[in-house]
């Protein structure tokens, strides 16, 4: 579990595979140190296994259902990727709760320059639309965000001067990809009322206890 709360950021030494798998080299003095293999660590918002560490470096291995639901297949030798080890149990929660399961794949629509932040809008897949609301959380590239606005599938994300110059979402274009995390709260609880809605032939489906009814009455 982590909280989009980027560590530091750490760049792609080598990189091997493709599609199929890959075999990822990341430089990064500030935490590499610290790694076991076995450790967990999220890298651009995914949450991947450290298998090896070296000098200055540790070293990942990529499955190709990763690789294929993320932005992994286009990283490029030299690429700088946000970090961020798990959370502890004794640690305080700054960001959001965020498990490094990137959900899809999103595009930057629209980029501009907003006093001292940066305002991106980002086009949110059609399927991960229901789970992103205005003033709720989101995890783009790992980094927990507010939700600023939304103009039908395009969220829009302000990005404070310290936000920008720790991560790699300073220099974010139009057209770049993000990996997207949704609320993991949001998820479950459409999954909750998607389950209130399901039932067996003939049964009501009203019989089940969680139903939007009862959710607007326990808030």
């Not at 961020?84 to 899809?104: A, C, Y």
């Not at 999103?106 to 003033?135: H, M």
């Not at 783009?140 to 310290?162: E, F, K, M, N, R």
């Not at 990996?179 to 479950?188: F, K, P, Q, T």
Request: glycine share 12%; proline share 5%.
């Amino acid at each position: 579990m982590f909280t989009g709360i980027v560590e530091t950021t750490g760049s792609v030494q080598a990189l091997d595979g493709d599609r199929d798998g890959l075999k990822l080299t990341v430089e990064a003095p500030a935490m590499s140190a610290g790694f076991q293999p076995g450790d967990s660590v999220a890298v651009n918002g995914v949450c991947l296994t450290v298998v090896d560490t070296g000098d200055r470096v540790f070293y990942l291995e990529i499955v190709p259902e990763t690789v294929s639901r993320t932005t992994f297949g286009n990283l490029r030798v030299g690429d700088r990727v946000n970090l961020e080890r798990p959370l502890r149990l004794s640690d305080r929660i700054d960001g959001h709760l965020v498990q490094g399961h990137v959900d899809g794949v999103g595009r930057i629509a629209a980029r501009e320059e907003r006093g001292n932040s940066l305002w991106y809008e980002v086009e949110i897949p059609e399927d991960l639309t229901p789970f992103v609301i205005e003033k709720g959380s989101i995890a783009l590239d790992g980094i927990s965000l507010t939700i600023a606005g939304l103009t039908g599938s395009l969220a829009a994300v302000s990005i404070i001067p310290h936000t920008a110059s720790i991560t790699t979402f300073g220099g974010r274009q139009i057209g770049d990809e993000v990996n997207i995390e949704v609320d993991m709260i949001g998820r479950y609880v459409a999954s909750l009322l998607q389950s209130g809605r399901s039932s067996k032939p003939g049964e009501n489906p009203e019989s089940s206890p969680i139903t939007e009814a009862w959710l607007r009455e326990k808030m």
